[in-house]
């Protein structure tokens, strides 16, 4: 049949299984609008207060699920405000088709108003871009850019389409989505290889990474960690690819992890990397990191392999495949020994806050308690984001979602929004600081405006709290720009917006209080007001071996 570009745009979406998309219209997009308006009862538009708000609702939505997210910008202004969430979904592998238009064909590369070569800007941070100028290429670029986007290692991947193209018309016929086809290219002779060093090991670790949680490989991770009868440490991007209540399971490894994994890393004979990318942020100092144990790295990516830190065996492929076929062929393993002292160490390192005030680590405990540890947890970056992940128990995958490598505050909130629609019965709760908040606060109007039940909490210290830390320990008390007391009322800002506010400084109230806005179903914010001197520990300085962790009694003991 027939149809307009912008028509076949709405169609390869509908064929993609498409059923949400974010994004704010400007002029050049505008026929693809229209036609997203005549199919609004198969699609749901969510209209974002920011085109920012709009890309990180949709990795959000890509995190919490694993499908793929996609969101929708103008040229110009509002391509380019889609590019720090472009780049937070590249760095972490999150699957995102971001769709913009362009001004028309003949006016391309004539500075024309609100022209921007928006595919040449992403470049560096998609995994693919395209720019379509002719509609007969039109619906195979989008169907290339879902099938690229899930494939492999994910990643976003852009589709810019000049607005002639999507006046246009030319035939469209249906096709069935091409379903990844990963060929895995490990050899029997790899699998040997790691499984020879397993039986020669008295003191393995697992070391979990993002690419657990996109594999879908939650549930071989469990299984060869007890045939490997070993503990478990995990990155930021980890969490819930391992029960956070196990016992062998040790918490964050690196910057600020547990001192029981930092140690037991450095004290192990075997680490085994699964999905991880060995980033700066846990392994300190490379030449220190792990120095007595042979190295293991599996992971889909053959980049990642002996790029930070040298391995003794790889196999590269998809973690979940290679998982299921090693869990066949390991004999169950016993290290006794090895796990009383992982055991000894968690109980003579845990981690521990000041109870005597309200403080960060107690409201996300409260927050754990009062889902039951049951809901998706949001964050932005900081000192919050350390204690969400030190202090929530994650049981499943896809229930943390945060900035892992690009480190973006103002992410959180999207991030919230996006989880939300794409998960209605689930508890979605998003974790910011102060200064976090402010970058982003705008989209608990897009919340409001669709009555989406998100919790926002904001942790409260007036100051920008990571960045405060690091001026104290290592800047010598000069708060350079740090310093966030002003006049702002987050609580109006949000009764401002649409949504109910709470605010709690004593203890008592917070559990009661998280557990009122969940049950009212509707977005609210609970603003949480704590000492702006909280540190986050334990503690490595940057570039440090990673066995040098140290926490408050440490600092205190070297006064």
Known sequence: MQLTGAEIVIECLKEQGVDTVFGYPGGTILNIYDALYKHSDEITHILTSHEQG??????????????????MATSGPGATNLVTGIATAYMDSIPVVAITANVNLPALGKDSFQEVDIAGVTMPITKHGYIVKDINKLADTIRKAFFIAKSGRPGPVLVDITKDVTANTCEYTYQEPKQPEYINKFTPDDIDAVLTLIDQSEKPYIYLGGGAILSGASAQVREFAKKLDCPVCDTLMGKGAFDGYDEMYTG???MHGTKTSNLGVSECDLLIALGARFSDRVIGNPSTFASGAKIVHIDIDAAEVNKNIRTDASVIGDLKDIL?????????KSHPEWRKRILELKQKYPLSYDQSVLTCPYVIEQIDLATEGQAIITTDVGQHQMWAAQYYHYTQPRTFLSSGGLGTMGYGLGA???AQVANPDKICINIAGDGCFRMNMNELATASRYNIPIVQVVINNSVLGMV?????????HRYSQTVLNDKVDYCKVAQALGCDAYRVTKKEEVFDTVKKAIDNRRPALIECVIDPDDKVFPMVPAGKPIDEVFDASDLEAHA
Request: with cysteine; hydrophobic share 40%; aromatic share 10%.
């Open 252 to 254: 964050m490894i690196g």
């Open 416 to 418: 919230c929004i996006g």
């Open 54 to 71: 709009a890309a990180h609702a949709a990795d959000g939505y890509a995190r919490s699920t694993g499908k793929v997210g996609v969101c």
């Open 324 to 332: 299921a076929i090693l869990n066949q062929k390991i004999e169950q």
């Open 468 to 476: 405060r830390q690091w001026q104290t320990l290592f800047y010598d």
